[in-house]
């Protein structure tokens, strides 16, 4: 059996790579004297995913939304029984996600690897969807979504979406609305799951203390086609470089009011080391800015308009980029004042560059942490996957990281006429 090592001698880490003839890789990084082990089984289909070409067809079709994560659902129901009660069974802790841009089936436990495997295997490559069974499945994820939707948490988060993205389906939430998951059907069901999770746009991990060489071969005999497939045509609307709203405002019932700022980013067409060279830089700016360890941050606390709900986040996707930031504020726009006026100054006195070297060590540092975590490896590991790079492509990165790009990032992405607010309050 052939498969690759690759070794980061520096960082004493390595990893196996093996690719299946369907054009499946597993990737096993071991983890020598750990007891859990956690195995992933993950396809590069999301909640954006909605409008595709089918390999081998000509014309589009559009889907409709949620449809990802009702497949999440529906595949852990089988003929003979629960999923859930299998694993439970072999004692291990079975999950699934849906993102964006990605399903994840998965599960960790520390005996019985090689059985939880093998029915990790069987359950994603076997589903089973009845007529029944799916209007069955609406009344269940349709409880979910409005639990959702009255929580102020994931309203002021998708409503800052929809202030950045007029079209874009990173706009939408990710189970869909009760009305279009009214319109799925078995048969589109099964069309989505022959599209997006044929092998070749799939991937699994394996983390922990387990034989490589076995879990290949477990891969080997447990794929169900050597048959490579055609690339998948996504499509997505034409979206301009400015925000749809500049703010967006929703009535809860919440004790303090929530926020989030934003900046939509038009640079997501990146690749390689680019797309992690971009991803630090724009991080690093967050937290120069108004990371706990800046003046901004401490004026804002000092000031009684953040508390520790406050945090940021940079997304960086094939479609679409945004940072984000925020928590809960007695005053909202006050804040959005200050960190525009910030950036300003900011912009015109320049940046600090021994902040920039301080905050680029810790930032590395933490990163080399998350190296302790198998959760955080895998997950990792997926991520980046579908987006041509590694994990551990990321120490180069950090390492060759110049304070003259920072600054050219900052002055495109951190863009006032790019910006956006939502907020959820009492009316």
């Known amino acids: 059996m052939k498969f690759d090592t690759i070794e980061y001698k ?28 956690y195995a992933t089984f993950s396809t590069q289909y999301g909640s954006v995913d909605n409008e595709f070409i089918i390999p081998g067809e000509n014309e589009p079709i559009r889907v409709p939304d949620g449809i990802a994560h009702f497949l999440e659902h529906k595949l852990f129901e089988q003929k003979d029984g629960s999923v859930m009660d299998k694993f439970a069974a072999l004692g291990s802790k079975p999950n699934a996600f849906t993102s964006f841009n990605q399903t ?72 869909g609305t009760t009305d279009s998951i009214s319109e799925i059907t078995k048969e589109t069901l099964y ?14 991990t394996v983390v922990g203390d387990v034989d490589h060489i076995k879990v290949f071969e477990q891969v080997e005999n447990g794929i169900q086609t050597s048959d490579k ?46 797309i992690l060279r971009y991803e630090i830089a724009v991080k690093l700016l967050l937290s120069m800015i108004m990371g706990k360890s800046s003046k901004l941050y401490e004026k804002l606390y000092d000031k009684g308009l953040i508390n520790a709900s406050f945090e940021m986040d940079f997304s960086l996707e094939k479609s679409y980029a945004y940072s984000m930031f925020g928590g809960e504020s007695v005053n909202p726009e006050e804040v959005q004042e200050m960190i525009t006026n910030e950036i300003k100054i900011l912009k015109k006195q320049g940046l600090d560059e021994e902040a920039f ?5 810790a930032s590395k540092g933490r990163f080399l942490r998350q190296l302790n975590s198998l959760e955080n490896i895998s997950r990792s590991f997926i991520n980046l996957y579908f987006k041509g790079v590694t994990m551990f492509d990321y120490l180069d990165v950090y390492d060759k990281m110049k304070f003259d790009y920072i600054t050219d990032v900052f002055d495109s992405h951190f863009d006032i006429k790019h910006m956006a607010l939502s907020v959820v309050k009492q009316k």
């Open 10 to 37: 520096k960082y004493n880490e390595l990893f196996y790579r093996y690719e299946h003839s369907s054009g499946l890789n597993c990737i096993v990084i071991p983890k020598k004297g750990y007891y859990k082990k």
């Open 104 to 175: 994840v089936y998965l599960f960790s436990c520390t005996d019985l690897f090689s059985e939880n495997f093998k029915l990790l295997l069987n359950f994603v490559q076997n589903p089973y969807i009845t007529d029944e069974s799916v209007e069955r499945e609406k009344k269940i994820i349709g409880q979910e979504i409005n639990m959702y939707r009255d929580d102020p948490g994931w309203r002021v988060n998708f409503n800052l979406l929809k202030a950045m993205y007029k079209h874009h389906p990173v706009r939408y939430d990710i189970a």
């Open 191 to 204: 069309q989505c799951y022959e599209t997006f999770y044929h092998p070749s746009n799939m991937i699994i």
């Open 229 to 274: 497939a055609s690339e998948i045509k996504r499509i997505f609307p034409k979206e301009s470089e400015g925000v749809n709203k500049r703010y967006f405002e929703q009535n809860m019932p919440v004790a303090t009011p929530l926020f989030y700022m934003g900046f939509k980013d038009s640079n997501f067409d990146l690749e390689g080391g680019e």
């Open 357 to 361: 070297n301080r905050l680029l060590k």
